[in-house]
């Protein structure tokens, strides 16, 4: 077995998905490494937490009576956790897709050591479908009005262009590894936002801590993406609506974040309103409207 600086905790939740779940914890080299794997169940419709629980006894098991969302969630496992360092995954990602694949987490574990201002790394992220194309190998900077980033080599196929490790403003949350310390100094997940742009909010709390976030290809992860609440769902329309206007009011004020929000309301939600309109989608585009009104009850 090899030696890790330190324990290391990988998180990871489950909400009704007992099979993507299961094909996560298959790729974990737990011959490998000494880790400590927790599975917390987001209240799931079935009892999948005790299916997990016998089939992995060597994983840890935490089950919420309440689906606590994203970020909290990830919480009841950060306080459960023992690591060092803490590797949260989302559970539709494996670290290999067939055979057997060295995982090299000593090696991701090692930025941590080349700096002491580095507080988050994520790994390169490819797309689990066809030859899997890059999904995320860093962030371009978020516009302050428009609220709009890029992911860097999204959707290309991954032919070695981005094997240098290098800082990122934001990490993604389908993976990123957080050392201790930097949580206990800023604060765990917020969990106002329940579900997407939690790890984005993060991020800025982490950077405006003094740390940096990087990005570390060295251990590559592949994500199935959003198979939890599907990826053009009524309930990810609403969040993104109402959580992409609270991102501004959190982290803009003034000038900025007046244009921001008159933007985003103004704009990006007619929008997002027709288009749904147009393809028949009556249910997201009232999600949109819930998540104004939502977002201005706040």
Partial sequence: MKTLEALLSIITINYNGLDDTCSLIDTIPFDDYPLEV?????????????????????VRVIRSNKNLGFAGGNNL?????????????????????????????QALVNRFASSSKI????????????????QFAGYTPLSSITMRNSAIGYDEQDHGQYN??????????????VKREVIAQVGMMPECYFLYYEELDWSIMIRRAGYEIWYDPVVTVFHKESRATGQSSPLRMYYITRNRLLFVKRNYSGFKGLCSKLYLIGIVAPKDMLLSLLHGKLRHALSVINGIVDYIKL
């Fill in 119 to 134: 507080g988050a790394i994520c790994p390169k992220i490819r797309f689990f479908w066809d030859d899997a194309p890059i």
């Fill in 164 to 177: 240098t490790a290098h800082p990122t403003p934001y990490a993604h949350g389908a993976a990123m590894m």
């Fill in 77 to 105: 496992g950060i306080r459960a956790a023992k690591g060092k360092f803490l590797f949260f995954v989302n559970n539709d990602t494996v670290f290999f897709r067939e055979g057997k694949v060295k995982v090299n987490l």
């Fill in 38 to 58: 927790i599975v917390v169940d987001n209240a799931s419709r079935d009892d999948e937490a005790t299916i997990i629980e016998h089939r992995y006894p060597q």
